[in-house]
């Protein structure tokens, strides 16, 4: 089952803040974030484990809500470079990756 | 350390015709995955062999198959190409298959059937 992301388009200014959000039908085992920039591979971001973590790199920092099945990924002061196409992939029972459609976020000077 | 290559990054193929998707792995990596992309369809599973025995299958036909080698290189095959296959296939490697295992992603090998 496709977990659900939203929003499905998102623009900033430099320097403003966003949340993504990604929602599964099932229990969650672990989530994955991934970045894709346009014409190129998606890149591994953090992964969060059953536990409700909260996990950061840089200012990019996730959170996983076990009971509410779902994880937010926050881009806190966002740069230029944070430009992409973001992706959740959700690990639940029996199935290996599942990824979500993703969410276009586009960061203007 | 290499990356994950995907060989070839181009492909146009004719309806009903065949193909065959190559990935080699990152070093010592011995978990490989597939996925589909398209455009609004986001990444879509299609299979994941580690220890070249297939560990998960997607929804999708049997026209689509694939195998790993014991150098942890891995093949896709496509048979009777439909213009819905258009689309980016993307292999992804891992140090091992299970929910720890971050996915590093290959290029992909843009496939474009008319």
């Known amino acids: 089952q496709q977990p659900v992301q939203s929003p499905q388009a998102v623009i900033l200014r430099e320097g403003e803040d966003a949340v993504i959000n990604c929602s599964s039908s099932?229990?969650?085992?672990?989530v994955h974030w991934y970045r894709q920039k346009h014409g190129e591979a998606p890149v591994f971001l953090m992964i969060?484990?059953?536990?409700?973590e909260q996990k950061g790199h840089d200012k990019i920092s996730a959170s996983f809500n076990e009971k509410k099945q779902q994880s937010s990924l926050y881009l806190t002061a966002s740069q230029l470079s944070y430009s992409g196409t973001y992706f959740c992939?959700?690990?639940?029972?029996?199935?290996?990756?599942?990824f979500g459609e993703g969410t276009q976020l586009t960061v203007n000077p | 350390k290499a990356g994950v290559t995907q060989t070839p990054r181009y492909l146009i193929k004719t309806r009903g015709q065949q193909v065959t998707l190559s990935c080699s792995p990152i070093s010592g990596h011995r978990s490989v995955s597939w996925y589909q992309q398209t455009p609004g369809q986001g990444l879509q599973f299609l299979f994941e062999y580690f220890s070249e025995t297939q560990r998960n299958k997607g929804n999708f036909p049997g026209r689509f198959s694939g195998r790993q080698f014991s150098n942890s290189r891995s093949e896709m095959n496509v048979s009777t190409l439909e213009l819905g296959d258009s689309a980016l296939y993307l292999c992804a490697s891992s140090l091992v298959a299970g929910r720890n295992s971050p996915l590093h992603f290959g290029n992909g090998t843009r496939l474009t059937v008319t």
């Open positions: 992939g959700i690990e639940t029972s029996g199935s290996r990756l599942t």
């Open positions: 099932k229990a969650l085992y672990s």
């Open positions: 969060l484990l059953k536990g409700g």
